[in-house]
């Protein structure tokens, strides 16, 4: 897009954290301030935030807010890297999730977006289970964490009425009070299988894997492929990112007890249909490239008849003619 200017560790949080925690890695922009500090006293965990304002008049207003939030709470100081970018290119969404997992000072990171709301003791849930810690070490496992959003959208305004127990949360579902997040578009969350999460009691595997899928996952920072870039604005960008891990070898299993729940905000929605065309285009291409880059890849390294390809295999076969193109491409 253009040269920007970049401050790593604007802010440096005082604590010093475990290598074996997991740091929310998240971007903000300035309507999204007062939610980033809601994170860190809700989370009190390493946070590693990139945050993007507009080189333009309302640069050192929007610096002064920034600089007020930080004064305002003491777990901000405590427990957020904040990683400042100054330019004039808004929604530059990957850039900034590679900005933040760039400079996640611990071995594990959960790809999070900053309205979300974090229902449960995620860390408790994961470091306290020797199972799923030796997964995500070996760097082939990334976690699962279900997400939820109210179906009246009022209802999800003051996250001190959300659930904390999964218990509590089936009932709301039954009461037909929330749902899967974006239900309207089942592409987006349905590989979790919801229908599954909520009677099971132990991790499981994501079986039915679509090109849209967007979970908020926990994965080792190390080895993981980096979200392209080319991405610009809304539609996605995000899915482009997740779409990518998973064909690199990363299997995706999904966390039995804990969630997580939107809390209501409006978007721009001019701005997300054309951006989301443009990118739906962009995407095509890009399914295509990493396909064939994977696939030479475990060629190469002679992983090609390991299960680290099954995905790969899987995924790509249900592209159109790729499937030759690949074959070729290997002889």
């Not at 290119?89 to 990957?94: A, L, S």
């Not at 899928?213 to 980096?226: M, N, R, V």
Request: aromatic share 14%.
């Amino acid at each position: 897009m253009g040269p920007g200017d970049m401050t790593p560790y604007y802010y440096r949080a005082s604590a010093t954290f475990d290598q074996e925690d997991i740091t929310m890695a998240t971007l903000v922009t300035r309507n999204r301030f007062p939610v980033l500090s809601r994170l860190a006293s809700n989370y009190r965990g390493p946070i590693s935030a990139t945050v993007h304002i507009m080189d333009d008049e309302t640069k050192d207003e929007v610096l002064g807010e920034l600089q007020e939030m930080y004064d305002a709470n003491p777990d901000m100081h405590q427990f957020v890297d904040l990683h400042l970018i100054v330019d004039k290119y808004d929604r530059q969404f990957n850039m900034w999730r590679n900005v933040a997992k760039l400079f996640a000072r611990t071995e594990y990171i959960m790809m999070l977006d900053v309205d979300f709301h974090l229902c449960t003791d995620l860390r408790r849930s994961i470091r306290g289970n020797p199972e799923i810690m030796d997964r995500l070490r070996s760097g082939r496992t990334a976690l699962v964490v279900p997400a939820f959003e109210f179906n009246n959208l009022d209802d999800g305004n003051d996250y001190r009425t959300f659930p904390t127990t999964k218990e509590a949360l089936i009932n709301l579902v039954d009461d037909e009070k929330i749902d899967m997040f974006h239900k309207s578009w089942l592409k987006g969350h349905g590989s979790t299988n919801y229908s599954h999460w909520y009677t099971a009691d132990e991790l499981y595997k994501v079986t039915q894997y679509d090109f849209s899928y967007e979970p908020y996952i926990i994965y080792k920072k190390e080895g993981s492929p980096w979200c392209d870039e080319r991405f610009i604005g809304y539609g996605a960008n995000k899915a482009a990112c997740l779409y990518e891990i998973y064909l690199s070898g990363i299997e995706y299993w999904v966390l039995p007890d804990d969630f997580l729940i939107h809390q209501t905000h409006r978007y721009p929605e001019d701005a997300r249909r054309k951006e989301r065309h443009y990118n739906r285009k962009v995407y095509i291409n890009f399914r295509e490239e990493v396909c064939l880059r994977y696939a030479r890849i475990f060629t190469s390294s002679g992983e090609w008849w390991s299960d680290r390809a099954d995905n790969l295999k899987n995924e790509c076969q249900k592209i159109n003619g790729l499937k030759k193109i690949m074959q070729s491409t290997l002889d």
